[in-house]
């Protein structure tokens, strides 16, 4: 179990959530970072009086550097701060960092023997391999946070060799536009595909929810973490985000798990593991919750969920491609330069951008990622 916790992307949605459990655990907070939000990770330094923290943007470091000159903890600046922070050497690393920015950090983590705790799906979604030959190289275990993951990595608890395993069922909210046409799709905002139904989290990740390219990336998380092939993944819509996801073992039996939707769980496990210990989410009242509904999803309207099993399926370099080519759209899109429904024409573009390869190393991962974004602009914007 966890006793010494570095937490990266501390000041967004999961960072916050998880120095909340950090303080009711009692876990010694060693290490944050921040992109850029000066106030509030000074807030938690004074809190948490970390050992060092960092700022990856390095006009904000050195804004924080001058605010915590009092205190003990050291401040780094860039992206080198931030692994910095990452080889801290605490028991385990929450990686709340979004996007591929994750990605360096994580191995950093890796390669100095901490356990992670793991929010930041892109991470495996670009460096899927890189990443699990890293973890079982230096026999350290990757926890999910994501809510599904951590559902299914419940589920599997007791579960006797990979041979019992018949699928893994992931559940989607189906977002805001759950049910909802094309045509309809061709003209939703900003503020529409930002209100996400039951979650309330960072902006990437709530239109990545709206477009279902959550879903897609999950996909491809799930099969890196459980080691399965794409064929053997189901998606299944359950609007109220009660049962977080399913295993269904070889004699049919169903296993899931089933909470209210909120991500201290998730998070408290991965960090408590094997653990449970008391928590401050609300107990689950079924009959309240009344109605549990399961559906299809509309895989043509989404279509970004077929890109991403394609992508796995395809190997090597694509899903780097597919994770690149959404998160510049999701980014435009956010910033007001393309359409909604353009958002899943860039995440298929992304396949023509690369080469299939039969093996791919991490700077390749990094140049495709480069390479799909300039792509993506020039085609789009
Ligand atoms: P967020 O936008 O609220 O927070 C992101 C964090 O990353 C911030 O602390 C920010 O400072 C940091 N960051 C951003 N860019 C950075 C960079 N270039 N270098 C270093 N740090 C940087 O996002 P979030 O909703 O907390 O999501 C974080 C990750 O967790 C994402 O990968 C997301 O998919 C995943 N996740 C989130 C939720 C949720 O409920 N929010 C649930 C499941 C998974
Ligand atoms: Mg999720």
Redesign the pocket.
Known sequence: MTKTLAV????????VQALEVAELMGFEVVAL?????VDIIEEQIRKFSPRIAAV?DEKAASELKIKVADTSTKVLSG?RG?EECARCGADTVLN????I??LAPTLAAIECGSNIAL????TLVAGGKIVMNAAEEKGVAILP???EHSAIFQSLQGCRGKNQIKRLILTASGGPFFGKSRDYLETVTLEQALKHPN???????TI?SATMM?KG?ELIEAAWLFGMKAADIDIVVHRQSIVHSLVEYVDNSVIAQLGLPD?RIPIQYALTYPDRFVSPVSQLDLAKAATLTFEKPDYETFACINHCRRAFEEGGLYPAAVNAANEKANELFRNGKIRFLDIPKAVEAAFDCVKSVSHHTLEDVFETDKLVRKETERLFV
């Open positions: 990266l992307g501390s000041t967004g949605s999961i960072g970072t921040a992109n850029s939000r990856a992206a931030v709340s960092i979004v996007g920015a994750g929010a930041n799906k892109e946070v994501d809510s979650w309330s989290m960072g902006a990437k990740i990545d959550n990336l991500m």
